[in-house]
């Protein structure tokens, strides 16, 4: 699924009209118009974060949301939450290069994964 197909399907799941969204989100109907339908890419962080917000999306939703938004730029990139946070955190920086430099597997990368999920729990 593409970003803009993403956003009119929980736009619409909301029973948010596109003029009220639109509106709501101080942007043109116009805009909206051309994010839903792929003719621009994604808008800024501040925007989806603000949507995502007045949506109401569920954590897994709003990370799906930021995800199809990164990819839709030219040339895609990484979702701005996860920069952010890796910006903050050098040692994820040393073991992401870690990582690329020994070439771990995804069953490898779940390992590590599945090891903090279950060890971290809140």
Partial sequence: MKFGDYLKDKREKSNLKA???????????????????????????????????????S???????????????????LPRDITEYVYQNPVIRDLLRYAMTRKLTTKEWNVIFNYVKNTYIY
């Fill in 19 to 57: 003029k009220v969204a639109a509106k709501n989100w101080k942007i043109s109907p116009g805009y909206l118009s051309s994010l839903e339908n792929g003719k621009r890419s994604a808008p800024s962080f501040d925007l989806l974060t603000e949507i995502a917000d007045s949506l109401e999306l």
């Fill in 59 to 77: 954590e897994k939703d709003r990370n799906k949301l930021y995800d199809l938004a990164a990819e839709s730029k030219d040339p895609p990139e």
